[in-house]
């Protein structure tokens, strides 16, 4: 297996591996394309302190732009113990705020639509003794290869841009300022989609993302974390790095590969009937009496109807080290902890696809609330410790 590791080169060379990767997806793509979301809209290139820009109540890169960007580099890092991280958060913020502010000219090239999104973890929370919802530890889950390195972390940084090279400068000058602040990196990940509104075909040719909450009342119940106080404007994320045995999916027939899906390769619309905007119908049988949607195919494991949780805002990712390395940079952001821990422990008890699924890197995170000039990152979080 091929690890990413802190140092500048390898986050380069995720950077070129990215590319060819792209084309090899597309390549592998069924017709026709992916099916549109009835949600907000957005284009590619969100407008400069607007839908991508970092200062507001909450920051971007979670329901803004709507659309994710087509490339990511998520990067994990430990801070020092013992030492204050209210400098730190500070210090990356102001260089967040630079990178997506008016300026485009900031990394020498036209920043785009990029944005940054910045969380921490559960030592941090701790240490400025906030009580996040069903707190931000992740039990053991089955298929796991766990490392000290991969698993946890005091802060996550992501950044999303159309434009590749945008992502790596964005990370380079970023991890640049948390290393002048003492901070190690522990594990990075590039990861790419194919452009396009709604959900999008991951590696297996499947779209991927329907099962998203919707509307700004789903997102704003299902996501966000309410106020007042100085968790309102956050939310919970989920990172984790989700290696695929891509080629032995791919081995099997079509019609088992649905299966073990729940949906239909060419459109995405569910086993069960209907469009591929269509909600998976649970309850749907054949005139023999057997369930349409398999009670093993993952869309019907994962369903929130069945798991007993909210929905997922989910944000993934496909990335590409090698063939012996590829698969699913799966993000999700949820207003409390136990909406992904119920849906793993269902997939974990039985789900088709799993037996294809490792995860080699997990961490959860609070993505701290919005932030400016005047209010810096964590400002609001951090002035609970003591």
């Not at 590619?44 to 580099?73: I, K, S, Y």
């Not at 019609?255 to 269509?278: F, H, M, N, V, Y």
Request: proline share 8%.
């Amino acid at each position: 297996m091929t690890t990413q590791s802190n140092s500048r080169s390898v986050v380069r060379r995720s950077m070129l591996g990215a590319l060819p990767a792209l084309a090899a997806l597309s390549a592998c793509r069924s017709s026709p394309p992916s099916p549109a979301s009835p949600g907000p809209r957005a284009t590619a290139a969100q407008p400069r302190g607007g839908a991508g820009g970092a200062a507001g109540a909450r920051q971007a890169g979670v329901d803004r732009p709507a659309q994710p960007q087509t490339h990511t580099l998520a990067s994990v890092y430990s801070l020092p113990p013992g030492r204050d991280p209210a400098p730190a958060l500070a210090r990356l913020g102001s260089i967040v705020l630079e990178l997506t502010g008016k300026s485009r000219a900031v990394l020498g090239m036209e920043a785009g639509d990029l944005t940054v999104t910045v969380g921490v973890g559960q030592r941090l929370a701790a240490l400025a003794r906030r009580s996040v919802p069903g707190g931000l530890e992740l039990p053991a889950f089955a298929r796991e290869e766990r490392t000290e390195r991969t698993w946890g972390g005091d802060l996550l940084v992501q950044a999303c841009a159309s434009d590749p090279v945008v992502t790596v400068l964005a990370d380079a000058r970023l991890a640049a300022t948390l290393e002048a602040e003492g901070a190690s990196r522990r594990w990075s990940q590039a990861g790419f989609r194919p452009p396009g509104d709604g959900a999008v075909r991951n590696l297996l040719g499947f779209p991927d993302g329907i099962e998203n909450p919707r509307t700004p009342a789903e997102i704003e119940q299902e996501v966000w974390l309410p106020g007042p106080g100085p968790l309102a404007g956050g939310t919970v994320a989920v990172v984790r790095r989700l290696r695929i045995d891509v080629s032995g999916f791919l081995a099997l027939p079509d019609a088992r590969q649905e299966e073990a899906i729940g949906r239909r390769k060419a459109d995405g619309a569910p086993l069960s009937g209907g469009g591929p905007l269509d909600r998976l119908d649970l309850s749907a049988k054949s005139a023999h009496g057997r369930y349409l949607v398999p009670a093993m195919a993952h869309a019907r494991r994962a369903n929130p109807n069945a798991t007993g949780s909210g929905r997922m805002l989910r944000r993934g990712y496909s990335y590409h080290n090698g063939p012996d390395d590829q698969g699913l940079l799966f993000v999700s952001f949820q207003r409390r902890l136990r909406t992904f821990i119920a849906t793993q422990r269902r997939l974990d008890d039985g789900d088709d696809l799993m037996r294809f699924v490792t995860a080699t890197a997990s961490g959860a995170f609070l993505v701290l609330p919005g932030f400016d000039a005047k209010r810096p990152l964590g400002a609001g979080f951090l002035a609970g410790q003591g």
